[in-house]
């Protein structure tokens, strides 16, 4: 993508808001310049919602700006500092390893760039980041806003020929990426685990004060802050379930205070359906499975009110507000598995519907994303034959779908084929669509990638020009393998 010698109106940012909580919080560090940078891609739609002039964005000064090759002008970046659990072990102090965040817009999201260098909490890493890793995020955060699940989002991917070692030597990438915040669970740990109390009430004021002031006028706000917490967590879990979606790594440093998915890895859309399909190659327990995605989520929620006990000392409290995880997500889950029947509400009988028929997918394998988009042609008035060329059971599926369509019959206005086309997408990224995508990219031509994204960000509509998006994945694919390094 060339870049043109223009500069007409950079983007007004403010410092980052983190920076007001005092040098306990962050590191003030200024990226590594990015020799010969590069556009890769840039997301204009997400350019058009944060107000940045599109002359000025794809201009040399913005690629300096994007790459970590301009000194921020006024805007000293910082790193910010936290803890964690990986893989359910105490890790210690983690932080920004690779990231920095350079400013804030004048609504508040925070601009951050990944891959910029080394930190303070590099913990003698390179703290770059690779092209394959960068597009990956790219792509995936762009799907997910595209699938209206909360995440940070990615506005653009400047590359270099820069050498980056990891499995093997690859080309380094800067991802910038933007959210109203990245603060994680982590970071109260940190605090916690430190003995560090006053500054984990500094943090947790912060949060209250910026993201849930409402829980102000609570007896004990800090309670009131993690029950909001657990019910953002919960309805999070439930969208990624819905959508067939694994994370990798649900680390608590990997887990947003806002409910937002966050860093994207070793993550993967489902094809053919297993419950307990694990998609980290570096997870060999299968801790983050698929099936214990809402487990993982729990227990991290647990990690989190202990680390908030010096604020609210009673244990109990703390326990059952946690503890209210569990039918928060039934809930949101059941809500939005109604929807991908078409339904505006859970009830007994779809839930034991979806029940049976994940059990049937299980047992026949069936690819999540095509069934459920085969599902919803159907019920709009197409044939039933792309539906029974699913299964080898076709007893099995026709039992249901007379369940089914009897359950839509007597739901009448409750049932909703626009319900249905909302939530079940004609696509999602699977792994074997961003390899071909980075591939290309690493060759030089990154018109795949501005191809997918324009795909992703429109999920429920047929891919102009790739019908092959639509179908199973290559049997090549089955041999992709990412890891934590991706």
């Known amino acids: 993508m060339a870049t043109a010698c223009v500069t007409t109106a950079p983007p007004r940012l403010a410092e980052p808001a983190i920076r007001q909580l005092g040098p306990s919080f962050f ?36 690629l300096e700006l994007f790459s970590g090759n301009a000194d921020g002008g006024d805007i000293q970046p910082l790193a910010t500092v936290y803890s964690g659990h990986q893989f359910g072990v105490w890790a210690g102090q983690l932080g920004d390893g690779r990231a920095l965040l350079i400013g804030q817009t004048p609504d508040g999201q925070q601009i951050q760039l990944k891959g910029s260098g080394r930190t303070p909490y590099s913990r003698g890493a390179d703290g770059r980041a690779v092209l394959r890793s960068s597009i990956r995020e790219y792509l995936c955060s762009a799907a997910m806003h595209g699938l209206g699940i909360p995440t940070t989002r990615a506005l653009c991917i400047a590359g270099s020929p820069a050498p980056v070692y990891r499995e093997r030597t690859e080309t380094a990438a800067v991802t910038t990426r933007t959210a109203p915040s990245f603060i994680r669970f982590g970071h109260f740990e940190h605090f916690s685990y430190a003995g560090e109390h006053r500054e984990l009430k500094t943090l947790a004021d912060f949060v209250l ?57 070793p993550f993967q859309f489902m094809d053919a359906f297993d419950p307990a399909h694990i998609c980290n190659h570096s997870d060999g327990l299968g801790r983050y499975a698929y099936q214990n995605q809402p487990g993982i989520a ?39 598995m109604a929807a991908k029947l078409g339904l505006a509400h859970a009830s007994e009988s779809g839930i034991q519907l979806v029940t049976d028929l994940l059990a049937l997918m299980a047992r026949e394998r069936t690819d999540y994303t095509i069934f459920w988009h085969a599902l919803t042609q159907h019920m709009a008035g197409s044939s039933a034959a792309p539906l029974h060329d699913l ?33 079940n997408p004609a696509i999602v990224l699977r792994n074997h669509m961003a390899q071909e995508a980075i591939e290309r990219a690493e060759a030089g031509d990154f018109s795949l990638v501005e191809e997918l994204l324009l795909a992703l960000q429109q999920p429920d509509r047929a891919p102009a020009g790739h019908p092959e998006w639509m179908r199973f994945p290559p049997d090549w694919a089955a041999a992709i393998q990412v890891s934590c390094s991706s």
């Not at 249901?400 to 249905?420: K, N, P, V, Y």
């Open 209 to 265: 004060d910026r993201f849930y002031p409402d829980c102000r006028a609570s007896e004990q706000p800090y309670l009131a802050l993690l029950q909001r917490v657990v019910r953002k967590t919960a309805d999070l879990i439930a969208s990624w379930q819905a959508a067939g979606f694994m994370h990798g790594v649900m680390n608590t440093d990997n887990m947003s205070i806002l409910g937002l998915t966050l860093d994207y890895g």
């Open 298 to 336: 729990y227990w991290n929620l647990r990690a989190l009110g202990h680390a908030l006990l010096p604020l609210v000392p009673d244990a109990e409290s703390m326990k059952r507000t946690v503890q209210t995880y569990e039918a928060a997500f039934a809930h949101a889950v059941g809500q939005r």
């Open 27 to 62: 590191r003030a560090v200024g990226p590594e310049p990015l020799p010969e940078p590069h556009w890769v891609a840039i997301n204009d739609l997400l350019a058009r919602e944060l107000d940045l002039d599109k002359e000025w964005l794809a201009s040399d000064e913005a």
């Open 391 to 423: 299964f080898v059971d076709r007893a099995a599926l026709d039992a249901w779908l007379i369940r089914f369509e009897t359950l839509a019959q007597q739901a009448g206005q409750a049932h909703s084929i626009a319900r249905m086309q909302r939530a």
